[in-house]
């Protein structure tokens, strides 16, 4: 027992260093902290229960339960705070509850002499029973280090319980061991918590260490030398240590987390500049390619991500990689596999499992740290993604740097999609302009070829000649094949609008592969179709759409005529209110892709293509609302990608009883 007044000192110091966690525990909420305030205020506790002159009867006997319990439980508590991580909530709940509450009740029973020694050993038996069951389970070691922590705590408490015995039941002599054990060993794992030569960290593992040896000597001088005293400033040393150690430790994070946000603000502003130089140069015409090399270069440099990988949609609807810097060659195939045709939403669907880093971003679950940025264009259309991997540093969730990368997504999404437009509009309005050409021309020579086809049917009624005659026939044969030439240049620069029209994909495709189904087979072509199922009807004419299948159809028949690989692939999905038909083949791809669509351009021998069926189907898809685009593969092949409108369901018509219609 200490007197009140050589108590009061440290009494004060606990009371204002409680008052002091408690409120930096309330600005800066945090698991350890709250438990560092619970072990002080039960310091603090046993302070005033230790100086309260009261010695006998049951009040006496209280108190000393108190004096030890709270100091026992502020060791275990002080060991839970610095042995667990952060993270490790309901493990910290388990241990403290485990070891503390033998603990606490040994101090009390102890004190009443409830249950004789039998109770008392049994209590501290189950103490370091729970502390060896703990370590056994819980420590992140190997085997031999864990059995022999087991060992070393059996051997303590069984010579803790002998010590009590020895005492006559005594709760100090065997509660110096749990003592010595949860202060001792606060040190080591307070500087394994922080692992840094600073004087905060070494004042607090150093005083751990200290605070846990008063124990000990404080039993052996009991023991050997009851003569000598040590005054009880000495003793609070330790404790002085460990909290003017802690107190500097909390200074030092801050002030270093203080200095590493001012970095990072540095670094975050110089990413973001060099982004934007990016995206400025974009919007001024440069070419994309070099510059998603450049943003990739400019994210590694800048970023704390080591990798970057930025991957563009092309005009087949595939994803290509248009910039990488970090990533190694093999590294960047698996990318490449990752963002096949059509792969954002599976991406989406495979990374729904992971953390999320912001509500744009998705981290891949079987990647490393693999983090998947979408780039998403005003109108909601997926232009490309962007792969960053590798942080240099740890970062929560939602940081100001995975926001500034997902609004550079979004603007490099956004000019990607301008660039498109202006692309489709320059050619959009090029086309327009030859279909009013050609429209005119088309016009024009109606009249007169009419007039031929008539005439030559006049003229073969009325020659008997044979040899005439076919002269006549010939000339109405050709008259007709100009015919046929000028109705597909009608077709071509027709603009008008048409009704509401719905179609099925799967008929219509069966009808044209019958049409070629000669051709195919004789030419050995492997044709393959895969078409989604329950595909909604389209927004085109049967005869359009079959005409446009036919078209395409057969310009990969004759792409792959002459090729060592002879196969056709057909594919459909739907997306966004919109039918996607795909045709690939494996020919020689096109020899000029700007002029595909211009009529009368053919790379096809004379005699075996006029060069109007890409630019046919071009006007059907365009008076449709649909888009066509076309695009070499890699090594070898093309891509005609068409997508047309879904139908849109006519309302329904419904008379009244007075006959009035209804929609």
């Known amino acids: 027992m200490t007197s009140l007044p050589d108590a009061l000192p440290i009494i004060l110091v606990l009371a204002v260093l409680v008052g002091a966690f408690v409120s930096l525990e309330r600005r800066a909420p945090s698991t350890r902290l709250r438990l560092w305030t619970y072990a002080w205020a039960l310091c603090f506790v046993h302070f005033i229960a230790n100086a309260i002159p009261i010695e006998a009867g049951v009040t006496g006997k209280i ?156 039993l052996i001088m009991t023991v050997y030398s009851t003569k000598l005293q040590v005054r009880l400033d000495l003793w609070n040393v330790p404790r002085i240590l460990v909290a003017l150690g802690m107190v500097l430790t909390l200074l030092e994070e801050n002030s270093t987390a203080i200095e590493s946000a001012h970095t990072r603000t540095q670094a975050e502003n110089l990413l973001l500049q060099r982004l934007s130089q990016i995206t400025s140069r974009l919007l001024g015409g440069h070419d994309p390619a070099t510059l998603c090399g450049e943003a990739a270069s400019a994210i590694t440099e800048a970023s704390s991500y080591r990798c970057a990988a930025l991957f563009l949609l092309g005009e087949d609807r595939r994803f290509y990689l248009a910039g990488l810097s ?146 006549v026939e010939k000339l109405g044969h050709e008259a007709r094949r100009m015919k046929r030439i000028v109705d597909g240049l009608l077709r071509f620069g027709r603009q008008s609008d048409q009704a509401i029209r719905s179609t099925g994909l799967e008929a219509v495709l069966r009808d044209v592969i019958q049409l070629r189904e000669y051709h195919l087979r004789k030419l050995s072509i492997v044709l393959d179709v895969q078409l989604e199922p329950a595909l909604p009807p389209i927004g085109i004419g049967e005869d359009e759409l079959k005409q446009v299948l036919l078209n395409i159809l057969n310009n990969a028949i004759d792409a792959v005529a002459e090729s060592a690989r002879k196969e056709i692939h057909i594919r459909s999905s739907s997306q966004a209110g919109r039918a996607v038909i795909q045709c690939e083949d494996s020919g020689p791809g096109f020899t000029d892709p700007s002029r595909a669509f211009d009529p009368f351009y053919t790379t096809k021998p004379v005699g075996k293509g006029t060069g109007l069926g890409l630019s046919i189907c071009y006007g059907i898809v365009q008076e449709c609302k649909g888009e066509i685009t076309i695009a070499n593969q890699q090594p070898y092949g093309a891509s005609v990608v068409v997508e047309l409108p879904l139908a849109i369901a006519a309302p329904a018509i419904i008379a009244d009883d007075t006959g009035a219609v209804r929609r």
């Not at 409830?114 to 060896?132: C, E, K, R, T």
């Not at 031999?144 to 709760?171: K, M, N, T």
């Not at 918590?193 to 000597?217: D, E, K, Q, T």
């Open 326 to 471: 970090g990533f190694t060659a093999q590294e960047a195939e698996i990318l490449q596999s990752y963002s096949s045709s059509y792969a954002i939403e599976s991406l989406k669907s495979r990374s729904a499992r992971g953390p999320r880093p912001s509500n744009q971003s998705f981290r891949m679950t079987e990647e490393r740290d693999l983090t998947l940025i979408p780039m998403v264009s005003w109108r909601g259309a997926h232009v490309g993604c962007l792969y960053v991997s590798d942080s240099r540093d740890a970062r929560e969730d939602g940081s100001s740097e995975m926001v500034k990368l997902e609004l550079f997504a979004s603007d490099l999404a956004v000019t990607f999609e301008n660039l498109r437009l202006h692309q489709q509009i320059v050619r959009s309005e090029k086309l327009a302009g030859l279909g009013q050409l050609v429209a005119g021309v088309a016009h024009e020579l109606n009249n007169p070829l009419t007039g031929i086809i008539g005439y030559a049917d006049l003229l073969g009624d009325e020659v008997h000649d044979e040899k005439l005659s076919k002269r």
């Open 63 to 218: 108190l000393n339960g108190f004096d030890l319990g709270a100091l026992e439980l502020s060791g275990v508590v002080f060991l839970s705070s610095t042995m667990l991580g952060a993270g490790s909530r309901r493990k910290q709940a388990i241990f403290v509850t485990l070891i503390g509450a033998p603990l606490v009740a040994h101090a009390f029973v102890g004190r009443f002499g409830w249950g004789g020694s039998a109770a008392v050993d049994g209590l501290m038996a189950a103490a370091f029973l729970s502390a060896i069951v703990f370590s056994l389970f819980t420590l992140n070691s190997g085997v031999p280090l864990r059995a022999g922590v087991a060992i070393a705590l059996a051997g303590i408490g069984a010579f803790a319980i002998h010590e009590q015995r020895l005492s006559g039941g005594d709760p100090w002599f065997a509660g110096t061991f749990p003592l010595m054990l949860t202060y001792g060993l606060s040190g080591v794992f307070y500087w394994r918590l922080y692992r840094r030569r600073s004087l905060g960290v070494m004042l607090a593992s150093g005083g751990f260490l200290g605070w846990g040896a008063v124990y000990p000597i404080g």
